[in-house]
């Protein structure tokens, strides 16, 4: 099979957010494997407003008016799976993140989807809500994510080296990617078969 395309989600965008740090940590590691080709996709550089389409974008045929919108749709199409980096606000995940997964429909389904976490209870509240927006998307949660606690937080802001922050992290890296690969590469010749 050809490479597989992973795109990595930051889900903040906050001045002086954290989720680049582990974005781009994981973005490499991605970019170490030969079947896949990642892409690291910074809700920053897609200024969307709040949803305010006239229909539910699973109807949505043409393009987008919105140029921003119109990206994010093409760049979530041309993706066969995802890694979402999730922070957890007011347990939740940020409402910046939400919008983008409203905007788009078909282009999310039938394809995986695994996540990144950190926070008081590790993020975990945050991606267990995601994967409720997930099933209704079609994507497929995986099992496998990776939940750091606050002390990461705490060690960025001591300075502490990235490669130190995440090195801890490698066995649980290799799970969560392969298990996402797994998935990526089944559903993308499913798609590929009913085409
Ligand atoms: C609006 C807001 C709400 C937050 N609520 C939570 C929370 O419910 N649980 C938690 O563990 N951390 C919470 N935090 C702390 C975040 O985990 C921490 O700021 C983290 O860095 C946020 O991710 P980001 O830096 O990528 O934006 C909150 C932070 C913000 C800005």
Redesign the pocket.
Known sequence: MDTVNIKVI?????Q?????KPGNWILGELQKRSDVSAELLDLRDYQMPFFDEPVSPSYKQEEYKNEAVERWRNKVKEADGFIV?A??????Y?AVLKNAFDYVYPEWNKKAIGFIS??????A??VEQLREVAVELQLAPIRNAIHMP?DV?VATGKGTPEAEIFTPYAERTTGLVDQLLWWTKALKEARQKSA
């Open positions: 930051l889900g903040s965008t906050r002086g957010r954290f989720s680049e980096i922070p957890e606000y007011n347990h939740g940020p950190y926070g008081s209870a590790m993020g509240r945050s606050y937080l």
